[in-house]
Structure formats: C-alpha cells, structure tokens
C-alpha cells in the first residue's frame, strides 16, 4: 500500500458534488464546500507518571491491558482528540516486541517480561487507534536507561548489561552516554525498528536529553560523569565541552530525521522540548536554561527543518510574566522560519492544583490565535479524563471534529478526487463511492441542508452513508490522505 508521504497530517481534495434538482436527481455540480476544521489535538499516554494512564499497575494481564488500553482510546474519540502519543520507550525498554530491548517493568511487573498472553500492544494500540480515527505516535525517551522507580532488576539484555561501556550512572538513574557514537547508534537503530515494522503516524521524544542536573548532598551541582567519551571523542574536534555535547544533540537529531524520511517519509517526526530554549528569550523571561543544561538547541532543529513539528512544553499559566504562556508561545513561533507544525505542550495535570481549566481553555484559544496550522498536546491523557471540570472545558473546545494540519512540506499533491454516487429511496438518500490510486486514510462528508453545510469525517473503511429521512439540497466527498 504505498502513500505519498507523511502519516502524522492530511491533505484533502475536493471529490464529486451533487445537488437536488427540480426532477428529484442528484447531478453533478462544480461547488465549493467550506473547510473542515483542522487543528491537532493530542494527548500524551504515559506509562510512567505519577498518576500513571496505562496500565493502571503493572502486572495486569493481556485482556486487562486490552480492556483499558480500548476504553482510553474511546474516550479520547469521544473528546473528539485525533492523536495520542504513546509512551513505547520509559528507559531503554520496550512497550512492544522489540529485538533489541527488553519488555518494560512497567508493562509486566518484571523487565524482560512478556504480556501474557502474549500480544504486542504497540501493534494493537495503533490498530485500535486507527479504527477510531486517532494517529499514534510512538514517544520515545533516547538516552534514559533506567528509573530510580524501577523495582526489578535489569534483564539480561537490557543495555546495561549487554555494553556497560556505553552506559553512566548519574544520580540515582542510568543514562546512555550521547558522546558515544556507538550509544546514538543503538538509539537510531531501536527508533527505526519501529518505523519500519510498525504503522505509526509519528515518532516523537520528550525533553531529556542529557540529563537534567542533579545536586549532591551540599546542593552542589554533580557534573554529568562523560569524561571518558570526552577525552576520546570530544577534546579532538577542538570544541568547548559544552558545545561538542550539544553537537552530539543535533547529530542525532538530524540523523534521526533524515533516517526516518528515508524509510517512511509519511512518518512526521516531533519533538517536545522544555519550554524556555534560554532565559531571556523573550527578554522577560526566566528558568531552566535548556540550551546550557540539558544541551538541547531545540531552536535550531525547528529553525533547520530537522522536525515536522514542535511542542514545547508551555506548562505556566497566562498571566505569570517570567514563564508567560503566550510571551514563550510568540518567541517559538517567530523562530518557526520553515512553517512546521509548533503545537504547544498544555500541563492539563496541573488543573485543580495550580490553575484553573479555563487556564487550559484561553491557552487553546491563545494558540488559534497566534499559530497558523494550531493545535495543541495535554500531559497527559487521564489527566483530561479524570478531571470533570477540565473534560467539560474540552467538550467546548472540541465540539465538533477536527482534521490534523497539512503537511506541504512531506507531499503537496492531494490524493485522486472520489467517484460520488447519489441514490434516492423511499428512506433518504443513500450515496456510495469509490477511489482509484492512493488509498484514503479517511473521508470528508459535507451536506447541506436548509442552507447550512454539515460536516463529518468518516474512517477510510467506509464507502457508503445513509441520509435517513433527509434529502440534502447538496452533498460533497473528500479523500484525505496521510499528509
């Protein structure tokens, strides 16, 4: 099945349109229906939180996995979300059947453990997510090795153990070593397995890269332990240690986006960094400094056409000068030379407890004002759910459903128009159609009736609809396609 390019954003094109003439037919008629509404609408899927959305606890079997992984998927159909990203890749693990690491601890209970019975959730996650509309992103976390929540020990194949050499103890975690190219290797090599053996829309990474700082016992900052690779990788090339770790960064970015263009070039790459690239960018603005400590020059990925989307994680409130929500949101876009897709991280754990959900609700509106294709992500997906007050506050954002932006970058060419096919009985309407070429991955249907256009989105598997008891004065199909 071959598709024009990226999975993660549609690109639609009118199809066939009919209007109700005076003889009681459906004739073909050159019209234009207006827009569907387009916007991304995500939600993380953790496996790790505090508050953790799936599984509920480790050890559940397959059909409790199941069972919960369906009703969350349900519910975000139901909130009308059209994309989760779901967590395969906590801590140089698995949450999927993967050749190279080991079954997560906190799907099984046990590293190393397989589902039982055996099933492979990231394959079944996409399916399910699909048959409701939703794309799937594969979230991975590249350089984290192990969690100091970790309760059992490391599998026998797990990193540590198989090249220790690549691995460093920092604080009460392990991490990858980004200054060992044989450490980039083995991370590119585990996101590509994904891609090439799985239907995700996407890949996207969180904001740890190297880690974040940890203070010893004297509140002295503890220096990250890459002396080994610095002296055999870094002091050579005659950069400052601070800049051959961020180009070890954007060496890995880079590849990473150029890998996955090559395999699939459907597939959208993401990346989700912390909120403030440097302090006083905009001038205002104070906190962490990104750039310095975690060496992520997220600024220039977006700027350098190395991701198909952005989301920084934009967790403060509105009104709060030093961290100002729409001040940061500004300062990205201005900094998004190359029109990707810059969809604001929204902290939706935070309602009740820092802020308000009509902070949540002005944000998004914030962002359809500010961002051209909009679209936004929650941390995290039960957090919406659980939390009435925040639910009720989507229902009103989303009330209706949306289509993801376009990609133009991926593939400008829409897919093949739709045959229409327009049928009068006794009961309404019935219509049908088909397509030649390029499969749809879903369906635009436009009516109008009593001079008011109606739209809805249809799963590709649809070929046929039923206007029960109504015959619309004109009907209109789409095909959309992976971009």
């Not at 099945?1 to 639609?12: C, E, L, P, S, Y």
């Not at 019209?31 to 991304?40: A, D, G, H, L, S």
């Not at 919960?68 to 999927?96: G, K, M, W």
């Not at 997906?381 to 989303?398: G, H, T």
Request: net charge positive.
């Amino acid at each position: 099945m071959k598709f024009r390019t990226a999975i993660f954003f549609v690109f639609i094109w009118f199809a066939a349109a009919a209007r109700l003439a005076a003889e009681e037919t459906y004739q073909p008629v050159s019209v234009t229906p207006p827009e569907p509404p387009r916007e991304f609408r995500g939600a993380w899927l953790t496996e790790v939180a505090a508050n953790p959305d799936w599984p509920s606890k480790p050890g559940l079997n397959s059909t409790q996995q199941k069972a919960e992984l369906i009703s969350l998927l349900d519910r975000a159909a139901q909130l009308h979300l059209n994309a989760v990203i779901f967590q395969v890749r906590p801590a140089s693990d698995a949450v999927y059947a993967s050749p190279l690491e080991p079954w997560s601890e906190f799907l099984t209970g046990a590293q190393g453990k397989p589902p039982e019975p055996f099933y492979d959730p990231l394959a079944f996650a996409i399916a399910e997510a699909h048959q409701r509309g939703l794309e799937l992103h594969a979230w991975f976390n590249p350089f984290r090795a192990w969690l100091a929540k970790s309760k059992s020990s490391p599998a026998l194949n797990h990193i540590s153990r198989t090249h220790p050499e690549l691995v460093r103890k920092y604080g009460d975690q392990l991490w990858l070593d980004p200054g060992e190219p044989a450490a980039r290797e083995h991370v590119l090599r585990v996101i590509m397995d994904v891609v090439k053996r799985y239907d995700v829309d996407g890949v996207q990474f969180d904001d740890y890269f190297y880690p974040y700082p940890v203070k010893n016992a004297a509140g002295r900052e503890i220096a990250f332990p890459d002396d080994a690779s610095w002296k055999k990788f870094g002091e050579p090339t005659g950069l400052t240690r601070d800049d051959w770790r961020r180009q070890n960064i954007n060496e890995f970015i880079r590849a990473v986006y150029q890998n996955i263009k090559a395999a699939k070039p459907w597939v959208q790459f993401g990346v989700s960094p912390f909120g403030i690239w440097r302090p006083k960018n905009p001038p205002q603005i104070r906190g962490l400094d990104a750039y310095a400590t975690l060496y992520a020059d997220s600024r220039r990925w977006l700027a350098d056409g190395w991701l198909d989307y952005c989301a920084p994680q934009l967790y403060w409130p509105i009104d709060r000068r030093e961290q100002s929500f729409p001040a940061l949101l500004n300062w990205w876009s201005a900094q998004n030379v190359k029109h990707r897709h810059l969809w604001p991280g929204l902290d939706a754990d935070a309602v009740g407890q820092k802020f308000s959900a009509d902070e949540i609700a002005r944000q998004i509106q914030i962002t359809r004002a500010q961002i051209r294709s909009p679209g936004e992500i929650f941390f995290h997906l039960r957090s919406v759910m659980d939390n009435p007050a925040l639910a009720k506050i989507i229902r009103a954002e989303f009330n209706q459903p949306a289509l993801v932006p376009a990609s133009p970058w991926l593939d400008s060419t829409p897919p093949e128009k739709p045959k229409l096919f327009a049928t009068l009985e006794k009961s309404g309407v019935s219509v049908r159609w088909e397509i030649a070429g390029e499969p749809a991955r879903l369906w635009v249907l436009q009516f109008r009736a009593n001079g008011i256009w109606t739209t809805k989105i249809l799963l590709a598997n649809r070929t046929n609809y039923l206007f029960e008891n109504s015959r619309p004065e004109m009907i209109s199909l789409r095909a959309v396609d992976r971009v």
